[in-house]
Structure formats: C-alpha cells, structure tokens
C-alpha cells in the first residue's frame, strides 16, 4: 500500500483549518494540523512531513519566525505560505525566511492542491534564494559580471546586458542547479508577482538562453507551472 504524502498544516483560524484539512485528506493527504507556531515546532521535531503549509499571521511565533527554525533543522522540506500580507515587502521576507512559495488568502482550494502538487512532484527546491557579495560568475565558455553588466565569451566577445537581464542572470547564478519558483523570482527581481510581471519575465528568460545558446553545457530549464533552473553540465 503506497504511503500517503504527510503533511504539516499550521493555521490558528479553526474554521478555515477544518475546511482545509478535511479537503486536503479527501484528496489523499495525511493532514497533522496545529494551531500555533510552538506546536508546529514540537511537531516537526517528532515527524517528518513532506510539506508543510504555513500561515503567517499567528500568535506567539509567527510562520516567517517558524520556517527559519525549521530551515535550520531541514534545508530541503517545501514550504507553502498561506498568507493575507500581500506587500511585496512581505513576501520577500517569507522568502527570505526560509519559503519556496506563497498563496495569498482568501484561496481557493483548486488553486492549493495544483500549489501543493507543483511542489512536490519536482526534485526539492531551493529553499530561498541565496544572495553573496560575488558579482562575476564563471560558465561554461562565458563570463558574467553582474557589475559591468557583461557577458564575455573565451573568443573576447563581450555582449551588454539591461540591469534587469543582469539581475536576473545574478540571481540564476547563485543559485545555479536549484530551481527557483517563479513567485521567488519575480519578488526578488521585478518586486512584484503580477501577471504582467510574470509575461516579462519569461521574455527576459528568452532573452538571457540566446546570450548563452553558443554554450551547449549551459540549460536554462523551465520546471513548466514552478518555476526555473540554470543548469551547468561542466
């Protein structure tokens, strides 16, 4: 008998717990609801969930408080923000805490179980996107730096980036061979998730695949409905 898929459910509206995880076990799901930050951590140390949704706004510790001890503990773990913080502000923060993506409250429950499912059917995502001091980046014959806004190829050819090409090339670097949901990307460079937003960018991702198409080693992977991934064969 195949082993149901755990998951960790972290809400403190009763109401709304209720609806979710009697929905999430009609769908096959193995549901451990708790109802604040203390329990959802006391939990996670006796069960191993294979995602956890995590609500923000909640008393005692909150879900970005929550996610960074348990980032400490599980570096692998999807998280899934419920949330009604819609500031772009706040959902870098989520992000930065640990989160690989967000649904904003009111949701519908379509909207989560194809969230849900996108983040468990992939190899496990970055957690949250790194960020360093370094801004020249090494691939395959190119060399990118993230302060000159160039790409330069072994031959000497040098092609000019946008600051937004260059950013987000940036952010693909650092976290090259992980995949980033698109949410991540689009808070992380374009500061907002819009749906105009989301077109551009996958403009920007064409744009930057034909400045590195003279490179077979280097892939730019489009995780369909996830997100994407920089991918290196050397």
């Known amino acids: 008998m195949k082993q149901k898929t755990k998951i960790l459910f972290v809400e403190d509206e009763m109401a709304l717990a209720m609806l979710v995880k009697d929905n999430l076990e009609q769908n096959g799901y193995e549901v451990r609801h708790c109802e604040n930050g203390e329990m959802a951590l006391k939990s996670f140390g006796d069960w191993t969930p294979d995602l956890i ?21 599980d570096r692998e773990v999807p998280i899934l923000f419920l949330t009604a ?12 805490s640990g989160g690989n993506d967000y649904l904003r409250k009111p949701f519908a429950m379509d909207e989560l179980l ?6 468990l059917s992939i190899d496990r995502l970055v957690d949250a996107p790194e960020s360093d001091t370094k801004h020249v980046f090494e691939l395959g014959k190119y060399q990118f730096d993230s302060k000159r806004l160039t790409i330069q190829q072994n031959n000497g050819e040098i092609k000019k980036l946008t600051l937004r090409e260059a950013e987000l090339l940036k952010l693909l670097c650092q976290n090259k061979n992980k995949i980033l949901t698109k949410t991540s990307i689009l808070m992380h460079v374009w500061g ?9 960018m996958d ?5 930057l695949r034909k400045y590195l198409k003279d490179d077979p080693s280097i892939h730019l992977i489009n995780k369909r409905g996830v997100g994407y991934k920089l991918v290196t064969d050397a």
């Open 53 to 73: 949704l995590l609500d923000v706004m909640m008393p005692k510790i909150n879900g970005f408080e929550v996610a960074k001890v348990i980032r400490n503990k």
């Open 85 to 96: 913080k819609i500031k772009a502000s706040d959902v870098v923060q989520g992000f930065k």
């Open 114 to 119: 194809i969230r849900m499912q996108a983040l």
């Open 192 to 200: 907002d998730d819009s749906f105009f937003n989301s077109r551009s």
């Open 203 to 207: 403009v920007f991702i064409s744009r």
